[in-house]
């Protein structure tokens, strides 16, 4: 039996080698692939935040205040941009983790995040747009057997901070908000 768990690891290792090979080869061919303006766009978020806000009661929490704090840097390439968060909120200290990044194929933002509380977020289609100083991410997310549709807002106020707006769609279709508030740039 260890030498089939063996055979699997290095044949995982291995494929997970040949698929990085062969994205490398790809773009060396295609010339250097350089960050375009919609990815440059990102560096809005590159910085050390606060925000604060408040919580709508609702079937996944009560209602309360919420404060947080989140450190974002360009990852390596500048194609994406990380951030590490911490916050409180009715439902105690979290901690979380979020990719923001732009495909060029799906024409859209794209945005990963996780947290300590095991929540987990990654846009689907029709994804992140940007309108102006308007940014909306889109998920749908299986939740106890159930789709659930979901949306941030974000709004840019100034050059430094944003307001915020997280909403989930009810069985009748129409959005609840479930969090609002703002962020500062320090």
């Not at 303006?37 to 919420?66: D, Q």
């Not at 940014?135 to 549709?149: A, L, R, T």
Request: aromatic content about 12%; overall charge negative; hydrophobic content about 35%.
């Amino acid at each position: 039996m260890g030498n089939v768990r063996r055979f699997a690891v290095r044949s995982a290792v291995g494929l997970t080698v040949a698929v990085f090979f062969c994205f490398t080869l790809v773009a060396a061919q295609e010339g250097a692939i350089k960050p375009g303006p919609e990815h440059e766009r990102l560096g809005f978020f590159v910085g050390n935040w606060t925000s604060e806000g408040k919580i709508n009661e609702s079937p996944m929490m009560p209602a309360g205040a919420m404060t947080g704090s989140s450190h974002c840097e360009w990852f390596d390439g500048k194609f994406a941009v990380v951030c590490h968060e911490e916050g409180n909120s009715p439902m105690g200290k979290t901690k979380g983790l979020g990719i923001m990044s732009y495909s060029a194929d799906a024409g859209a933002y794209t945005y990963y995040g996780t947290d300590s509380s095991g929540m987990m977020i990654m846009t689907t289609v029709p994804m992140g747009k940007v309108d102006g100083k308007t940014w909306v991410y889109n998920d749908e997310s299986e939740m106890g057997g159930s789709v659930m549709k979901s949306r941030f807002t974000m709004v840019e106020t100034s050059a430094t901070s944003y307001t915020f707006k997280y909403e989930m769609e009810g069985q009748d279709g129409k959005w609840l908000t479930i969090m609002e508030g703002s962020a500062k740039k320090s």
